[in-house]
């Protein structure tokens, strides 16, 4: 049977309803519904209690489950009250001068105004073609932060999405340098040396990378927690000994629990006796770049092959926002792979800037522009202003407790975080030790602060990480004060 036209359509779907797209005809729906967002947001934030309400796994997952993601609600304010309460209700905000958990800062508003073009422009930045401005906007950025690093001509690198993927790269890097070095390179040989107090994911790039577990050789911390030059000086030997290939030295200008800073200097003069490739992960530490006062804590830094460094720590930028940096950009050449359909090599004899030739990812937010629109309208030194005023606050906070006879301290803050642990005089290690899990939670339900945990030498410890430049030595002290007052209330429960 045949179908005539009429018939045919009157059968089709109908069209799509076209006014959700971003688009000049659109204008007034997309103003509005900004305004409603931002109105809601604000609202949100007047009645805020503190940085958390204490909400568990399962009580969070079952609103969440019990949408019909078929059935749309019709409307941005019925999709507004629903996000809150699934999402905004019990969301942690990192603005509260009570939070200390974890690497996570308040964001600068300049930054968050550019949020609102690199989301609705949507530029990729991968190829020129894209991005245009864009591109060299990123590459402005790079070039700028190369010089305060320290580098010279022809340094280069690329945004990243976090210190994670920015030490991926650049160990990538760095194994590739040191298989290219030999005729027959053996990856099961090479070794990555960075110390006890490295970040997790220099072993987890091992793994990607193929080298396996054992490719990364833990250095000794000294007791200010820094990287021991002997003990690496040793390590360097040993794998020269054995056969091994050091393809990389991690440094860290940060750690994540002590802030402490590598002797950096120090370790670029033995790294270069041993012709191997030195990689600094300031993802934390990177701050410092602009601090008018601190800056020289960083010395050595310019002697590194690669550099992490993450924006959305110290310069206060909204995730995500991160760069790996290299001294020579030649290097970046080992991601380099080209498509016709995409970046091909010199079309025409035309060389555009292709963004994506030096990156991990193909299609990238143009996250560059939020720390760009934040120079253009704070300016370095005010960034690094906030960078010196949460380390001073940490030093003043870890000085104040030196008064509390429950509170231990367990090193010096080389940034802005405070290893402790609530332990009154004659309480036990192991006493002690399940204390602290007990304290961290009971504080979190309750909603009054939020503290990190960790592990030293095998111990339980509390971690306070200042981050917010809003905080006083008061607002750190009520959260110790509230860690002391629930310790002593599960002491009591459990005589």
Not at 70 to 86: I, K, N, Q, T
Not at 184 to 194: F, K, M, N, T, V
């Amino acid at each position: 049977m045949s179908i005539s036209p009429a018939q045919n359509r009157r059968d089709d779907p109908p069209p799509p309803d076209l006014h959700h797209l971003f688009h000049p005809d659109h204008l007034d729906s997309y103003v509005d519904t900004m305004r409603l967002g931002v109105d809601h947001l604000a609202d949100t934030l007047r009645r805020l209690g503190g940085p958390a309400t204490g909400v568990q796994p399962e009580q969070a997952a079952k609103p969440v489950a019990d949408v019909d993601l078929d059935v749309p609600l019709g409307d941005p304010a019925s999709a507004l009250a629903e996000m809150s309460r699934v999402y905004l209700d019990d969301a942690i905000w990192f603005h509260d001068p009570a939070y200390a958990a974890h690497l996570n800062c308040p964001v600068v508003v300049p930054a968050l105004l550019a949020e609102v073009f690199v989301s609705a422009v949507n530029s990729s930045l991968d190829t020129f073609d894209q991005s245009v401005g864009g591109t060299f906007v990123e590459r402005h950025l790079i070039d700028w932060t190369n010089g305060r690093i320290g580098f010279g001509r022809g340094a280069d690198g690329i945004f990243t999405s976090g210190g994670t993927q920015s030490n991926l790269q650049g160990l990538l890097l760095a194994r590739d340098h040191a298989l290219a070095r030999t005729v027959h390179g053996d990856p099961s040989r090479l070794r990555i040396l960075a110390s006890a107090d490295a970040h997790f994911s220099v072993q987890k790039a091992a793994r990607l990378l193929g080298l396996g577990d054992e490719a990364v050789v833990a250095v000794p911390v000294g007791r200010d927690r820094r990287m021991s030059v002997d003990a690496l000086a040793g390590a360097l030997d040993d794998l020269t000994t054995y056969g091994l290939s050091p393809m990389a030295v991690v440094a860290t200008a940060g750690t994540t629990d002590f802030g402490a800073i590598d002797p950096l200097g120090a370790i670029a003069a033995l790294v270069r006796r041993h012709r191997t490739w030195l990689h600094v992960d300031a993802a934390y530490g990177g701050g410092l770049l602009v601090s008018p006062t601190r800056r020289h804590l960083l010395a050595g830094i310019e002697q590194a092959d690669s550099v992490t460094v993450d924006y959305h720590k110290t310069w206060f930028q909204p995730v995500s926002a991160s760069a790996l940096l290299v001294r020579d950009g030649r290097h970046l050449g080992h991601v380099t792979w080209h498509a016709d359909y995409l970046n091909p090599k010199d079309p025409e004899g035309i060389r555009h800037p292709n963004q994506v030739d030096k990156s991990l990812q193909t299609t990238r937010r143009f996250d560059a522009l939020k720390l760009w629109m934040t120079l253009r309208t704070m300016g370095p030194d005010t960034i690094g202003g906030y960078v010196d005023t949460v380390v001073d606050l940490a030093r003043r906070a870890y000085d104040a407790l030196a008064d509390d006879p429950a509170i231990e301290r367990c090193a010096e803050p080389g940034l802005s975080t405070l290893v402790l642990r609530f332990r009154p005089e004659g309480m036990t290690e192991d006493a002690a030790d399940r204390l602290q899990p007990r304290i961290r939670q009971t504080v979190y339900q309750r909603g009054t602060a939020m503290v990190a945990a960790t592990k030293v030498d095998g111990r339980c410890w509390l971690k306070l990480t200042l981050l917010n430049p809003l905080a006083t030595l008061d607002d750190v002290l009520a959260v110790t004060g509230s860690l002391g007052a629930v310790g002593r209330e599960l002491m009591r429960e459990a005589a």
